[in-house]
């Protein structure tokens, strides 16, 4: 089955600082990869995703890449606000596929 | 902010009791998911059901079950063969599997003493 590693597992950044994570999948065959953010006491929500036809994404302050070849995709929030504060999940799919692989999880905090 | 609800909020048992986690839709989405969250493990998929009296097993079913006899509705069950079984649960539902959005409920802490 699918294997999806997340680095780094905790993450401190300054706000207004750029925050980068990481994340590999093993199965070649995965074509989706969203991400999710959990705020403390809260439900996962998906924040934003990339299909494997695109190399790269972009939604305001967040943008995810991918490179499929390398099968890593990684997730990239600019001017970091203290809301940025959250676990972040990477995941990997088949598009015709019900089964969504998670990562561990990168808990990132943001320093005012 | 409905649309997919879990209760209770927490639960506590004794070791060696079965208990049933409940999880409600009204999105009138077709799959539903139990995922289990541990700390520093991300969300491991237990069960998940594409339609109606229909479900299969995830990564890590052994010692759960649930049922699908509802559209609406995918209790999970922690059996007492359940090694581990204090955890976050959380439910989830998308309208279809693959490239659909998950939306995930509020989640339950089940504490097993």
């Known amino acids: 089955g699918e294997n999806v590693e997340q680095h780094p597992s905790t993450l401190s950044v300054q706000e207004g600082d750029s925050a980068v994570i990481k994340c590999t999948y093993s199965?070649?065959?995965?074509?989706?990869f969203p991400w999710y953010k959990q705020e403390l006491g809260k439900r996962p929500q998906l924040i934003i995703d990339?299909?494997?036809?695109?190399g790269e994404k972009k939604d305001q302050r967040i943008a995810v890449t991918l490179n499929k070849t390398a099968k890593h995709f990684s997730l990239h929030i600019t001017e970091t606000q203290p809301e940025d504060s959250a676990v972040y999940f990477c995941?990997?799919?088949?598009?015709?596929?019900?089964?969504?692989?998670f990562g561990a999880g990168t808990t990132v905090t943001v320093r005012a | 902010d409905g649309g997919i609800t879990q209760s209770p909020k927490y639960l506590f048992r004794k070791e060696g009791q079965n208990v049933t986690l409940s999880c409600e839709q009204n999105?009138?989405?077709?799959?539903m998911y139990w995922y289990r969250q541990d700390p520093g493990q991300g969300l491991r998929l237990i069960y998940y059901?594409?339609?109606?009296?229909?479900?299969q097993k995830g990564d890590i079913a052994e010692g759960y079950s649930v049922s699908r006899e509802k559209k609406e509705s995918f209790p999970l069950t922690v059996t007492s063969a359940q090694k581990n079984p204090t955890a976050f649960y959380l439910c989830?539902?998308?309208?279809?599997?693959?490239?659909?959005?998950?939306?995930f409920g509020p989640g339950t802490r089940l504490t097993v003493t």
């Open positions: 990339i299909r494997s036809n695109v």
């Open positions: 989830a539902s998308s309208s279809q599997g693959g490239s659909y959005e998950q939306y």
């Open positions: 995941a990997a799919s088949r598009v015709d596929d019900y089964k969504l692989s």
């Open positions: 999105l009138n989405h077709d799959a």
């Open positions: 199965d070649s065959a995965s074509n989706y």
């Open positions: 059901s594409q339609i109606v009296n229909d479900f």
